[in-house]
């Protein structure tokens, strides 16, 4: 069995000799996607190479793997926008089927001669194909068509297409060619299509509930030996739903199967059941760093959160009924997701935030604040309110006094976690509570240096929940709002439901431009909405210069960057203080992610606040929160359902309001550091910094960008110390404390 290993680190092929149970060969693989196929000998296998846009040939002899000649598909990325996906082989012709997901398209390829033979378009991004029995016909899974078509060999040519649900990825075919399973990750399904009639006869529901919203994420399919059960990994369940599909268009569940994190391959061989797990069991500790005296290739081993999270598989005795009733006990147990979870919310009667979707709440107006990467301990580790570690503290009191001054005067949150790992996840985290599959599977290649764009904030559709983001809920429920600078670029909106409903005039993402005035953009913008009593009921705001430039020459200074953001924050809570519609408002600002340095806790715990006359006074509030349960908050307050079953299953911040309002104002401080202030030393590292590429998020290495800015607070000659991840769980509703 060949597995390969497509993550932010090391990438890898691995062989497992499935009787001993043990890893056979494991090479490293400069780039990789899930593309894999074996001959039908097993001597080649076929792979992937990523955004090399090349499919290596490996030699199989005896479990021992030696790569033996390639098939250039184009030019390497950047020049080439390739990608290859899924393959499968003919041994018939030695023809090998190539799906992209970059350039869309079918390459046909003779693995004798290792030439292209053709390039056919395809109508979007794909993910796998498969081949007919007969070898007539190739199925073609379009990740970003919400389709399948069905490719005529003979005729080399399209000769039908079946529609499905959203995501199509993996799919699975029967012995016999007539019942193809196709997996919808957008939407817990599994379409069943009969392919003579060229239509589906049935569709499975994946998840634990039925009707659930997005979640559950199958991305993986196998079928027994004598397909005669189904088995289907469920990504953000972690775990398998098993059903039986012996009578076809019949089918029945027959329970799920626990597995490790975000199970992406599952197989049946021999009366087990093995299970590839994306992300293995669990975030981890890096004692081995990053650390600023690393070399190069040391930084590329050390535990960077985006390549902390290490594959594994699964190996399972194929249960019987008893087994597999208890296996589904336990992942119900698992969940904290329920159906009841969808309207109704742990809560507190007479609270400001409703138990229950729809009702009623003083709030009247949100407001939605994201920044940039941030951990807890680098903004509030100074503060002995809350569990911090003052020596892991880059932007204390002194260069952020107004987030200081808002922790303590209203809610300081210490345990408070991103569900995100990086920015390109932490946007749609953030504004749909669910990172699809296509966010999930396609990051970790930018991120790790392989090549491929940013196209996460809402300028890829494939890259889109179904139902779209927090904006398509609010348009749908008739809840007015608005975005300064979220999904929102300088050419304008991103999405089609912020067309309309964005200030043109607010500056998006762009660290050459201080926050404060995109604040003062926004005062301009809200007055005016004010005086015409058309201020919107949702609003989201982009500030998000406390990324900081590094030490680039000529760019602000990170103290100057980080303090510029923390005044645009102190001056944007005065003025919406001072307006009329104070009483009737919130504000909740949050980190996309918090990638970009340490904590000692976990380093997905991040800064979060939340404002307003309902707010709770000098409070600090210990329950686990993540972004998701922000969203909850918000959502229960605008009378919206949830995204997903992540917001579903959150917590709402009903602890941290008051149903008593005070209505004090909030008096901005003024910055102790120069705004101006600019990088003029020149070094090693502000060298590094004018050769990063920061006019989009995250486009750097983290790992040494985290130690740049380390350096430039505490000195170069200072030791950066390393991040701890550790695991954490849903913590329990605590018992209601006496007001």
């Known amino acids: 069995m060949a597995f390969t290993n497509n993550g932010q680190g090391t990438q890898s092929i691995t062989l497992i000799d499935r009787e001993k149970e043990t890893i056979a060969d494991e090479i490293e693989i400069p780039k990789s996607w899930v593309g894999l196929a074996f001959s039908s000998d097993e001597k080649r296998l076929f792979a992937s190479g990523g955004n090399d846009n090349l499919i290596r040939i490996y030699q199989n002899t005896n479990g021992k793997l030696r790569e033996n000649g390639q098939i250039l598909l184009g030019e390497p990325w950047p020049k080439g926008r390739v990608s290859p996906a899924g393959l499968c082989f003919d041994d018939a012709t030695n023809y090998l089927y190539v799906v992209t997901k970059d350039d869309s398209a079918l390459y046909t390829c003779d693995a004798v001669t290792r030439q292209v033979l053709r390039r056919e378009p395809l109508p979007a991004e794909a993910y796998t194909c498969v081949l007919s029995p007969d070898k007539s016909q190739l199925f073609i899974s379009l990740w970003g068509g919400e389709r399948v078509l069905i490719y005529d060999l003979q005729k080399r040519a399209v000769a039908g297409e079946i529609a499905v649900g959203s995501h199509p990825n993996d799919m699975v075919l029967t012995?016999?060619?007539?019942?193809?399973?196709?997996?919808?990750?957008?939407?817990?399904?599994?379409?069943?299509?009969?392919?003579?009639?060229?239509?589906?006869?049935?569709?499975?529901?994946?998840?634990?509930?039925?009707?659930?919203?997005?979640?559950?994420?199958?991305?993986?399919?196998?079928?027994?030996?004598?397909?005669?059960?189904?088995?289907?990994?469920?990504?953000?369940?972690?775990?398998?739903?098993?059903?039986?599909?012996?009578?076809?268009?019949?089918?029945?569940?027959?329970?799920?199967?626990?597995?490790?994190?975000?199970?992406?391959?599952?197989?049946?061989?021999?009366?087990?059941?093995?299970?590839?797990?994306?992300?293995?069991?669990?975030?981890?500790?890096?004692?081995?760093?990053?650390?600023?005296?690393?070399?190069?290739?040391?930084?590329?081993?050390?535990?960077?959160?985006?390549?902390?999270?290490?594959?594994?598989?699964?190996?399972?005795?194929?249960?019987d009924e008893d087994l597999l009733a208890g296996y589904t006990r336990l992942v119900y147990e698992n969940t904290p997701y329920t159906k009841e979870r969808e309207t109704v919310s742990e809560g507190q009667k007479g609270n400001p935030i409703p138990g229950e979707v729809g009702g009623s709440s003083p709030i009247k107006y949100v407001f939605y604040i994201i920044k940039e990467n941030r951990t807890y301990d680098q903004i509030f580790g100074d503060m002995p309110e809350g569990n911090g570690d003052s020596s892991l503290c880059l932007f204390p009191e002194k260069i952020t006094p107004n987030h200081h001054a808002l922790a303590r005067e209203f809610v300081l949150l210490d345990n408070f976690y991103v569900n995100a790992e990086v920015s390109a996840d932490g946007h749609n985290w953030s504004m749909a509570g669910y990172a699809t599959d296509f966010v999930e599977k396609t990051w970790p290649t930018s991120y790790g240096g392989r090549g491929g764009t940013y196209d996460y904030e809402g300028t890829r559709e494939a890259a889109h929940p179904k139902d779209g983001f927090i904006w398509d809920y609010c348009k749908r429920a008739g809840v007015s709002y608005r975005s300064y600078g979220e999904f929102v670029s300088n050419n304008g909106p991103n999405i089609k439901a912020l067309e309309g409903h964005y200030d043109p005039n607010y500056r998006g993402y762009d660290l050459s431009y201080k926050d404060v005035d995109r604040v003062a953009a926004w005062e301009k913008d809200f007055d005016a909405l004010l005086a015409a009593n058309k201020v919107p009921h949702f609003n989201t705001l982009r500030i998000s210069n406390d990324h900081t430039s590094g030490l680039r020459i000529g760019a602000p200074t990170p103290f100057a960057q980080v303090a510029d953001n923390d005044l645009a924050l102190g001056?944007?809570?005065?003025?919406?203080?001072?307006?009329?519609?104070?009483?009737?408002?919130?504000?909740?600002?949050?980190?996309?992610?918090?990638?970009?340095?340490?904590?000692?806790?976990?380093?997905?715990?991040?800064?979060?606040?939340?404002?307003?006359?309902?707010?709770?006074?000098?409070?600090?509030?210990?329950?686990?929160?993540?972004?998701?349960?922000?969203?909850?908050?918000?959502?229960?307050?605008?009378?919206?359902?949830p995204m997903s079953q992540y917001d579903a299953a959150a917590t709402p911040l009903w602890r941290s309001f008051t149903a008593k309002a005070e209505t004090k104002t909030f008096t901005a401080l003024p910055s102790n550091v120069d705004l101006n202030q600019k990088n003029v030393a020149v070094n090693k590292h502000s060298i590094r910094s004018g050769e990063l590429n920061l006019a989009v998020p995250d486009a750097i290495d983290d790992v040494e960008f985290s130690e740049i800015v380390w350096k430039a607070v505490k000195g170069l000659d200072s030791k950066m110390p390393a991040p701890r991840r550790s695991a954490f769980v849903r913590a329990r509703a605590e018992e209601e404390e006496d007001d």
Request: glycine share 8%; net charge negative; aromatic share 8%.
């Open 571 to 641: 001056r944007f809570v005065e003025h919406l203080s001072k307006s009329s519609i104070w009483n009737e408002s919130v504000v909740f600002v949050v980190e996309d992610d918090a990638q970009n340095g340490p904590d000692h806790v976990d380093a997905h715990r991040s800064v979060a606040l939340v404002i307003g006359p309902h707010v709770k006074r000098n409070y600090v509030d210990h329950t686990m929160y993540s972004t998701t349960s922000l969203l909850r908050t918000m959502e229960l307050i605008l009378g919206l359902p």
């Open 175 to 319: 012995k016999n060619g007539q019942y193809l399973f196709v997996a919808n990750g957008n939407e817990n399904t599994v379409s069943v299509i009969d392919l003579r009639a060229r239509k589906i006869i049935e569709t499975l529901t994946t998840s634990l509930f039925p009707d659930a919203p997005a979640g559950s994420t199958p991305n993986g399919l196998a079928l027994s030996e004598d397909e005669n059960t189904l088995y289907v990994a469920n990504a953000d369940n972690n775990c398998l739903a098993v059903f039986d599909v012996s009578d076809r268009g019949e089918s029945r569940s027959l329970g799920f199967i626990p597995t490790g994190w975000y199970p992406t391959t599952v197989r049946e061989v021999g009366g087990k059941i093995y299970v590839a797990n994306g992300k293995g069991v669990t975030s981890l500790a890096n004692p081995g760093g990053p650390q600023p005296t690393m070399t190069g290739a040391e930084r590329a081993k050390a535990e960077y959160i985006g390549s902390l999270f290490q594959g594994n598989l699964s190996i399972i005795d194929k249960p």
